[in-house]
């Protein structure tokens, strides 16, 4: 069993910056790929980074690429993902997942993570 809790969300104008964090716990951590997804009202949950049990690969969502950087540090079991130049279209509530490493690095499917966060919720203004 492992558990996820995300911290770092908040409301920042257009342009601004914020960096998430996710603490897990409950299970080898550094044997797992790590992932964020979001979900805006009314939206369907979508991936939006991943990254490698040892840190040596990441995949990102087209929309994401250059402004968000997926990162981990597996002596303090945390993952993080740093955004900037943030844009309205970002407001959402993010998720922190983690999963077996078989597709890590080639695709963002909710399928593929087996262990999920509550949540923090990223309001980016105009």
């Known amino acids: 069993e492992v558990q996820l809790v995300e911290s770092g969300g908040g409301s920042v104008q257009a342009g601004g910056s914020l960096r998430l964090s996710c603490t897990a716990s409950g299970y080898n951590y550094s044997r797992l790929c790590m992932g964020w997804f979001r979900q805006a009202p009314g939206k369907e949950r979508e991936g939006v980074a991943s990254?490698?049990?040892?840190?040596?690969?990441?995949y990102y969502a087209d929309s994401v690429k250059g402004r968000l950087t997926i990162s981990r540090d597996n002596a303090k079991n945390t993952l993080y993902l740093q955004m900037n130049s943030l844009k309205p279209e970002d407001t959402a509530m993010y998720y922190c997942a983690a999963g077996p490493p078989a597709y890590c690095l080639t695709r963002l499917r909710q399928d593929d993570f087996g262990y999920w966060g509550q949540g923090t919720q990223v309001t980016v203004s105009s």
């Open positions: 990254i490698r049990r040892d840190s040596g690969g990441t």
